[in-house]
């Protein structure tokens, strides 16, 4: 089944951590970029990060620059978010999504974070 | 960093209507668009991609067209399962940004 799922939200408090990693299946995951985009509640999509097939290149947001970190894991068909320094602005649900070419062609159902105290 | 601003925000019709939606591009993106429909609760799912090309397995009632700052997508008769909230994507360059969205209600 080809698939995306995302783990790892919750609810954290500003200044603290959280890892958030997304698990492929049914895809040659190693053969395409990755990218994490969010949204916030009531709010449209924003890109937050990319990371080339092997991890050769990364880019990111200027909003989270500095204190997220993409990577990932080919050998376990797994993408990660460490996320480092929450603000309560990056309260939003958070999707991997698989890119092909240009745009974004699967997504995973995404998880919540919560940045509250 | 390329704005993408979409018009209008929300939009109201009925089942058998065609609209259309427009997006423009702070500088020329070329091909470089795609558009996305949102259901409340779901993520994304793409619709068109490089501006014109219909995404496997999306009804060839929606339609995409437009090149360098300003495009357009069209769903030509709306059914039932259209209600929903529209974006679009520029892939020109990092960073990818999209519209703020438009509401088809």
């Known amino acids: 089944q080809v698939q995306l799922v995302e783990s790892g939200g919750g609810v954290v408090q500003p200044g603290r951590s959280l890892r958030l990693s997304c698990a492929a299946s049914g895809i040659t995951f190693s053969n395409n970029g990755m990218h994490w985009v969010r949204q916030a509640p009531g709010k449209g999509l924003e890109w937050v990060a990319v990371i080339w097939h092997d991890g050769s290149n990364k880019y990111y947001a200027d909003s989270v620059k500095g204190r997220f970190t993409i990577s990932r894991d080919n050998a376990k068909d797994t993408l990660y978010l460490q996320m480092n320094s929450l603000r309560t602005e990056d309260t939003a649900v958070y999707y991997c999504?698989?890119?092909?070419?240009?745009?974004?062609?699967?997504w995973g159902r995404g998880t919540l974070v919560t940045v509250s105290s | 960093d390329i704005q993408m601003t979409q018009s209008p925000s929300s939009v109201s019709a009925s089942v058998g209507d065609r609209v259309t939606i427009t997006c423009r591009a702070s500088?020329?993106?070329?091909?470089?668009l795609a558009w996305y429909q949102q259901k409340p609760g779901k993520a994304p799912k793409v619709l068109i991609y490089a501006a014109s090309n219909l995404q496997s397995g999306v009804p060839s009632r929606f339609s995409g067209s437009g090149s360098g700052t300003d495009f357009t997508l069209t769903i030509s008769r709306l059914e039932p399962e259209d209600f929903a909230t529209y974006y679009c994507q520029q892939g020109n360059s990092f960073p990818y940004t999209f519209g703020q969205g438009t509401k088809l209600e």
């Open positions: 500088q020329d993106i070329s091909s470089w």
């Open positions: 999504a698989r890119v092909m070419g240009s745009y974004f062609d699967l």
